[in-house]
């Protein structure tokens, strides 16, 4: 891989990373309702399923699921219903839950291993990194050099770019935090993330294999 292909492949990632989706909007609801350490922890899980996506998009077996309809139908409508899910919550969250949550005296109901896996099922349940890293990989590879140096520089990369992004948004809610938990804010902010979730599910039931 030369410096023009790897600096290209930056400026592809940095778009993908800065531009906000469903693992943002989840890392900036944790961030508020739950503090800042929280919000790694659900980034990491996040992140780990992406990563899980872009080795099986440079392995080849992206392919398979981006172009196998059962299969990319799966992981969409999973994907789908999960977000839908996530905003049906949201809706049904009263102010109340949300200050105590806020405040801290709420942690022992959630432990950080729901919220990694919380995380990893927002990342993972997207048929759209599939088809996006399986047609992004083979063009910044070079097939005449080991594969391994280069599928290493291209996760890692990845990897801080999302890391970065995720928990500057996610630092940024918390710092938020207090503003929105002010006169029934918390209760609008909970409105607003759940439309936004049940839209992204109902976007994402809607979207087709590119294969």
Partial sequence: MTLSTYLIYLSAILVLTATPGPSVLLCITKSIQHGFVTSIVTALGS???????????????????????????IVKWSGAAYLIYLGVKALLTDSTEFTESVNGRATTRYSWLSHYKSGFLVG????????????????????????????????????????????????????????????????????????????????????????
Wanted: aromatic content about 14%; hydrophobic content about 55%.
């Fill in 47 to 73: 992140l780990t399923a992406i990563i899980g996506i872009m080795t099986l998009s440079f392995t080849g077996l992206g392919v398979l699921i981006s172009s196998s309809e059962l299969l990319f139908n």
């Fill in 124 to 211: 993972a349940t997207n048929p759209k990194a599939i088809v996006f890293f399986t047609a992004l990989f083979p063009q910044f590879i070079a097939l005449n050099l080991p594969l391994l140096p280069q599928y290493l520089l291209l996760v890692i990369t990845f990897a801080l770019m999302e890391l970065g992004w995720l928990l500057l948004y996610s630092y940024f809610g918390a710092r938020s935090s207090r503003w929105i938990m002010r006169k029934g804010r918390a209760k609008l902010f909970n409105r607003f993330t759940g439309s936004v979730f049940i839209g992204a599910g109902i976007l994402l039931g809607s979207s087709r294999s590119q294969a």
